[in-house]
């Protein structure tokens, strides 16, 4: 699987928008970037996925680079509730199994 | 709405110890997967179920055994749980086709002293 390399830790302001950055430069064609989080205590939950076009949803936006070597999760404003471990993860085509790395831990100060 | 619902949500076991852990999904999904969690790690797949009758070992499939009961229900097995078992264990599901998003239960705490 390729790999994707996150910051280990971020943090943000409640209410105000989060950046969240990965690298992903051995992407190859075909992989979907997916992004989950885990609260504590909780399994994963799905947040956002794309290809090559930037999405939205009621959660998150994702920013994919042009060359597709990086994409940016971004919270539009960060709430308590919104504390997690993010995970940026490459899905190949036809590989249905999640690889999860170690994600990026995000705290939010009220 | 259920989803992915695992039992039991905590469990001790001695060392040599065997159990078997449950996890039932009501979503009608193809997939299923095990996946288990230490402390301040990632998830590692233990094992997956890409359809009912199938299963394949993950990345860390060793000490564990699996059975997909039906299309609804995936059991992780511990024929003789070891200490370095020890770490929280996630079951998952999901569609074949479509968005791909992936659903977790709860997770088992599985400590084996």
């Known amino acids: 699987d390729a790999k994707t390399t996150q910051p280990n830790s971020m943090e943000s302001n409640e209410e105000e928008p989060v950046h969240l950055p990965c690298n992903h430069s051995?992407?190859?064609?075909?992989?979907?970037i997916h992004w989950y989080r885990q609260l504590p205590s909780q399994g994963p939950e799905y947040v956002i996925h794309g290809l090559t076009s930037n999405v939205n949803n009621r959660m998150a936006s994702l920013a994919i680079a042009e060359d597709r070597k990086s994409s940016t999760l971004i919270l539009h404003r960060a709430t308590l509730r919104d504390a997690a471990v993010y995970y940026c993860?490459?899905?190949?085509?036809?590989?249905?199994?999640?690889?999860f790395g170690s994600g990026t831990r995000l705290q939010v100060q009220p | 709405n259920a989803g992915v619902t695992q039992t039991p949500k905590f469990q001790v076991l001695k060392t040599g110890q065997s159990m078997t852990l449950q996890c039932a999904q009501d979503?009608?999904?193809?997939?299923m997967y095990w996946y288990r969690q230490d402390p301040g790690m990632g998830l590692r797949l233990i094992y997956y179920s890409a359809s009912e009758g199938t299963t394949d070992k993950g990345e860390v499939p060793n000490g564990y055994n699996v059975s997909r009961l039906n299309k609804r229900e995936f059991s992780l097995r511990l024929e003789s749980a070891a200490p370095s078992q020890t770490s929280v264990y996630f079951c998952a599901s999901s569609a074949v086709s479509g968005y791909f998003e992936a659903f977790f239960g709860q997770g088992t705490r599985l400590t084996v002293v």
């Open positions: 993860i490459l899905r190949e085509t036809g590989r249905r199994a999640l690889t």
């Open positions: 051995t992407i190859s064609g075909t992989d979907y």
């Open positions: 979503m009608n999904h193809n997939s």
